[in-house]
């Protein structure tokens, strides 16, 4: 069964860049048609899609995150990761590691990781 | 980008049937997709496509579509499907975007 497992820095101070690694297992991140993506979640409120890399390396993210957002993928060691630059307080949130095998129905999800951007 | 909406809230008796909707402009050219989450917990898909449920989704869960509504029935509430619903699908650009409708945090009473 393929997992999914997030790790990371839990406090990010503001206007620094967040970064998050995802480390798959029991599955190739290189395996055909996967997309590998990022979702968060305020304290509280709903599901954000951040962005989602397919497994040809071409990626696709928010439009309100773009500027700020990279994803990128380490085949040596089966993980991808997320870097979120000049963070603020609104970016403050649980962050899951996804996989999909159409682009928008994630079946499998990280257990999450919370990230707070604080001084 | 394309907007999803859902129902803040919804509740059903224990037993009932309640169908969550979710509305939105791409849902005329995308299927959508159910996540249950519950407290704590990462979120579960449950329905995809037009109606298909992953391995060990109860059949009580059940989606449609109509025009621009996406729905998930429950059929036979159990008290263990108290949880938030998201539904999303592709944005209606093309760009391979994707959105979340807001949740519906559903009680069974």
């Known amino acids: 069964q393929l997992q999914l497992q997030e790790s990371g820095p839990g406090l990010v101070k503001p206007s620094e860049t967040l970064s998050l690694t995802c480390t798959v297992s029991?599955?190739?991140?290189?395996?055909?048609?996967?997309?590998w993506g990022w979702i968060r979640q305020p304290p509280g409120k709903g599901l954000e899609w951040i962005g989602s890399?397919?497994?040809?390396?071409?990626?696709y993210y928010n439009p309100s995150l773009k500027s700020r957002v990279t994803i990128s993928v380490d085949t040596s060691k089966n993980q991808f990761s997320l870097k979120v630059s000049s963070v603020t307080a609104a970016d403050t949130a649980v962050y899951y590691c996804?996989?999909?095998?159409?682009?928008?129905?994630?079946?499998?999800w990280g257990q999450g990781t919370l990230v707070t951007v604080s001084s | 980008s394309s907007e999803l909406t859902q129902d803040p809230a919804m509740s059903v008796a224990l037993g009932q049937t309640v169908r969550i909707t979710c509305q939105g402009d791409?849902?005329?050219?995308?299927?959508a997709s159910w996540y249950q989450q519950k407290p704590g917990q990462a979120p579960v898909l449950v329905i995809y496509?037009?109606?298909n449920r992953p391995s060990g989704i109860p059949d009580r869960f059940s989606g449609s579509t109509s025009g621009n509504t996406a729905s998930l029935t429950i059929t036979g509430a159990q008290a263990e499907d108290e949880a938030d619903y998201y539904c999303?699908?592709?944005?209606?650009?093309?760009?391979?975007?994707?959105?979340f409708g807001g949740g519906t945090k559903l009680t069974v009473l």
């Open positions: 496509g037009k109606n």
């Open positions: 791409s849902l005329r050219s995308y299927y």
């Open positions: 029991a599955g190739s991140i290189r395996s055909n048609n996967y997309y």
């Open positions: 996804v996989l999909s095998f159409s682009g928008y129905d994630f079946g499998y």
């Open positions: 999303n699908s592709r944005d209606s650009s093309g760009n391979h975007l994707v959105v």
């Open positions: 890399m397919y497994y040809s390396g071409t990626t």
